[in-house]
């Protein structure tokens, strides 16, 4: 007698969707970096995360409570990202080019954080903690005890700094049309940011 076939219930049946709560959480995390960076998080509501995750929004309420709170989880995860390369960092000299690297691939958290700026969310809730800047002017700091400089505060250096990033992330599409970079052969942006980056930090060694 030839077995038949069994049919699989509908509760095995492979949908796509996030299943369980680290899944659930992941996804939720990844749609919400997505469309607040996107629009900014005024403008994005619990149901449209919930459905770009492709779970129910009554989830994001029992894993993250509230929007705001869901704001903080995104931007901390995006601190520990960036914090996990700085924590590596020994000298501005080479390092400082991982670290410029890790916070590129930040950009929608950073695009995040200037919606959230923008539309009136208090600094010390949405990123309280700032290790990746820290820990470079810590170096910073260091090497120019050891050097005996008396260069500028390792502060306004590593402030300047992230500002020129910052504002190279979130404005690259004005830069590139206003200084017409695309005509430059054989540009490269992180080569640029990483010289850039090597300038302001001699002023304080």
């Known amino acids: 007698m030839t077995p038949t076939a069994t049919a699989r219930r509908p509760d095995t049946v492979d949908t796509g969707r996030p299943v369980g709560r680290s899944e659930v959480i992941e996804a939720v995390l990844d749609a919400a970096t997505e469309l607040f960076a996107e629009r900014g998080p005024d403008a994005v509501t ?7 995750a492709g779970v129910n929004h009554a989830l994001i ?9 869901l704001l903080r989880i995104v931007l901390a995860k995006a601190i520990e990202r960036m914090a996990a390369v700085a924590r590596d960092t020994t000298n501005t000299g080479e390092d400082i080019r991982d670290v410029i690297a890790a916070m590129r691939r930040e950009e929608p958290a950073i695009r ?5 700026l923008l539309a009136g969310y208090p600094i010390e809730q949405i990123w ?3 290790p990746a800047f820290q820990k470079v002017q810590s170096v910073l700091a260091e090497e120019q005890e050891a050097s005996g400089a008396a260069g500028e505060d390792p502060r306004i250096v590593v402030a300047t700094g992230t500002a020129m990033l910052f504002g190279w992330i ?22 640029v940011l990483f010289a850039a ?7 304080a060694r």
Not at 61 to 69: A, I, N
Not at 170 to 191: C, H, I, N
């Open 46 to 52: 619990v149901r449209e995360v919930a459905d770009r």
């Open 61 to 69: 309420h029992r894993h993250f409570g509230t929007k705001e709170e």
């Open 112 to 116: 995040l954080l200037a919606w959230a």
């Open 128 to 130: 309280p903690e700032y």
């Open 170 to 191: 979130l404005f690259r599409p004005f830069l590139d049309r206003a200084a017409r970079l695309s005509e430059l052969p054989g540009f490269e942006d992180e080569d």
């Open 197 to 203: 980056a090597q300038h302001l930090l001699d002023r």
